[in-house]
């Protein structure tokens, strides 16, 4: 058990946004143990500030539920999870876009949509009165658009080159993503002290990269 052993623990994601939330963080002032090399996935000293290591769609989880007091996470994760956190900044780094995506040659109607984002693809659907099958997938998305398997996928796009390149067209872009921070609520009124500071810093932050 991890809950009350360290100041303040913050759930971070494997990969890109692992390294640009903790530059974020420690540019925000806090005294972070290091992770690169360290096999282990908790990262600290007791009474001092921890780092999980989690892949990214257990960050909202971890926050939620209150093992981890903090953390950084993309939007498109968020909107996935349904998890009730508080997203007090936008860190403006990971930027990205959730769409809808087609091969140029399928112009029917859409029935079946292929994506890793289910449950927020599914909420777009209800929202617009659009009556098709959800398939999740956890590998290419783009090739069930390539192979037929669906009319239509929902993924997460970046530069769109990847897309352009396989063939497939960006139809409408559904959400904006990038990463943010994400806090627990009860952790908030508990240890306002250290996450109050951390936000407003984190605040003048992502203004600072918004102008410049």
């Known amino acids: 058990m991890i809950r009350g052993k360290y100041a303040l623990t913050l759930a971070l994601p494997k990969g890109r946004n692992l390294k640009d939330g903790y530059a974020a963080l420690q540019r925000a002032g806090l005294e972070l143990p290091p992770v690169e090399g360290e096999r ?4 600290g000293q007791e009474g001092k500030v921890a ?26 994760v968020l909107l996935e999870s349904g998890r009730d956190v508080y997203e007090p900044v936008d860190l403006r780094t990971g930027v990205c876009r959730l769409s809808l995506i087609r091969h140029p040659d399928s112009t029917g109607p859409i ?4 994506t890793k984002y289910p449950n927020f693809t599914g909420r777009v659907l209800r929202e617009r009165g659009w009556v098709a099958d959800v398939l999740e997938l956890s590998g290419n998305v783009e090739l069930a658009a390539l192979t037929g398997l669906a009319d239509a996928v929902v ?4 530069t769109g080159a990847s897309i352009r390149a396989a063939g497939l067209k960006e139809v409408e872009v559904l959400a904006h993503s990038s990463a943010r921070l994400i806090v627990n609520r009860q952790a908030l009124k508990l240890k306002s002290d250290l996450l109050r500071p951390l936000i407003e ?11 410049g």
């Not at 780092?51 to 498109?76: F, H, M, S, T």
């Not at 029935?111 to 292929?114: D, E, G, L, P, T």
């Not at 810093?201 to 102008?211: F, I, K, P, V, Y």
């Open 201 to 211: 810093r984190l605040r003048q932050q992502s203004q600072a990269l918004a102008e």
């Open 40 to 43: 282990t996935m908790i990262h």
């Open 51 to 76: 780092i999980l290591e989690l892949r990214n769609a257990d960050v909202p989880l971890y926050v939620d539920l209150g093992i981890a007091d903090a953390g950084v996470v993309g939007k498109d």
């Open 155 to 158: 993924d997460v796009v970046q």
């Open 111 to 114: 029935r079946r949509i292929a």
